[in-house]
């Protein structure tokens, strides 16, 4: 199961490969071009947003002005990262249909879970994961507990964009990798307090466009190379594979059915609860809206992993056909998780080559770049904002406060990305969606379900969920064995999602009934009556 884990942060777990092989070469003018023009395009694009941020609504949701369409390719471009399109290739490349089971996570959760709940969280808050929960709840310990769970996911999930982002210039143009760090964090950062939400949606959006199109045409080329037969092309991969047949049938979870459904549950719950993703839900005029870019962002999702299994055995036929590919060792070159580029290449020369590096650091610079804002906008808007300053906050004060954040999280960032060079963060990115799925999302759902929840129930079930996740991660198989070498976990599942969510929402449930005092609640969208509703909502986008 470490295996699954460790290909979903691709770029971070390629470090002792690249030390090995070095870059993939020295970077064509082609490659070069794209890559600056990666750069000038979302610089451009940041430009144009800031003439349109003037308000506290435009920097934090767009003013609302994103349509459910544009939406959809947002939340699709959150949720392709380079560990999607890198990381899931390697995977089909090295164990073939297994690959495939990890992409259903994403697929699966995106219309189960957030369906419930998109259309409430447009009516129920106005900028952040925090909004909705203290519309429901009162008190300042819930802020603080919501602002402080943001924070923790996204740093997490922060530093491993960033190491892999390092590794992955490095990998690609032979940059040096604390340049390369330095590089993503500036442009970063101008991104955020430039542009605001507005400059980090069209990012993403033009990321998202970039992704489904390389990924149509690779897949394009895969099949023509096999007379466009799925059969002609599995038949190639199973002749060249070690596995021989067993490629073609799912293997990891049976080893280990526990580990797997635990990491299912992560992957579904934990996208529902990522601040970042939430975020989104608030860009959108209305409800419709939301709902109608949750279903446009599961399309695109659905044709981008399906393009995956083709793409990564299209890899597995032809890559290990190319010893040229390979290293003394018969090993990819730059580690597995390069398969997806040196397939470019053999497919579309240099010119391919250097188009799907170019989309490769475009997808890493929006990534962070709404992380940064996520997680500066809890610092501004959920602390600063509403602790410090209170109701008498000015906007301009607060837009302020949040661009300074965004420059102290942008210098953190570089500075952890430094730090943790040559380091296997891998585990990250699953305590990231294992503290999201048992701490945020527990609240989340029954803020909004459950008129019952407190705001000690909430704080108490949130803590529970998100202290549980840190400490059985430590003690599983992820740190405990790989990082700090005992013989055998403490406790073998890994992530602990199968454990950690029930408990939070159990602790949730019995901290509000038996512990906290009664509490009012300042709305509760599931028994208000349509004009309340609707009062709300136009309140809301007034705001």
Known sequence: MK???????????????????????????????????????TLAITWWAARRTSSASDFYAAGGRISGFQNGLAITGDALSAGAF??????????????????????????????????????????TFTDVVCSRLSGSAIRVFSACASLIIVAFYLIAQMVGAGQLIQLLFGIDYNLAIVLVGVLMVLYVVFGGMMATTWVQIIKAVLMLCVGGAITFLVWKQFGF????????????????????????????????????IALMLGTAGLPHVLMRFFTVPDAKAARTSVLWATIFMNCFYAMIFVIGFGALALLRTHPEYMDAKGLLIGG???????????????????????????????????????????ISHDIYGALFRHKTADARDE???????????????????????????????????????????????????????????????????LLSSLVLTVLGPAIWVKVLGHASPVFPMDPPALITVPLAFLACVIASRYWAPTESTPGDLRHSSPHRGKAQLEANQAG
């Open 3 to 41: 295996k699954w884990i460790t290909a979903f942060a691709a770029s971070a777990s390629a470090t002792h490969a690249l030390a090995a092989g070095g870059a993939i070469g020295s970077p064509s003018a082609i490659a070069v071009l794209l890559f600056l023009a990666v750069i000038s395009i």
């Open 86 to 127: 890198l990381g899931l290739t390697a995977l089909v490349f090295s164990s073939g249909f297994d690959g495939l089971i990890y992409a259903i996570g994403y697929t699966t959760g995106l219309p189960i879970v957030v369906f419930l709940m998109a259309g409430k969280l447009r009516q129920l808050g106005k900028f």
């Open 229 to 264: 037969s799925m059969g002609a092309l599995l038949r190639k991969a199973v002749e060249v594979h070690p596995g021989k047949d067993a490629i073609l049938s799912p293997t990891a979870f049976a080893k280990d059915p526990l580990s797997g459904l635990s990491l299912g």
């Open 336 to 378: 597995s998780n390069t398969a997806a580029l040196h397939l470019s290449h053999i497919l579309g020369g240099e010119i391919m080559f250097g188009l799907v590096s170019a989309v490769a650091f475009a997808t890493i610079l929006a990534v962070v770049a709404g992380l940064t804002l996520s997680g500066a906008s809890a």
């Open 399 to 465: 837009i302020r406060i949040v661009r300074v954040a965004t420059i102290a999280l942008g210098l953190f960032a570089i500075a952890l990305g430094i730090a943790f060079k040559g380091q296997n963060v891998a585990y990250m990115i699953s305590l990231a969606f294992s503290i999201a799925c048992s701490s945020t999302f527990p609240v989340l759902i029954l803020a909004i379900y459950w008129n019952r929840l407190t705001a000690t129930g909430a704080v108490v079930g949130g803590s529970v969920g």
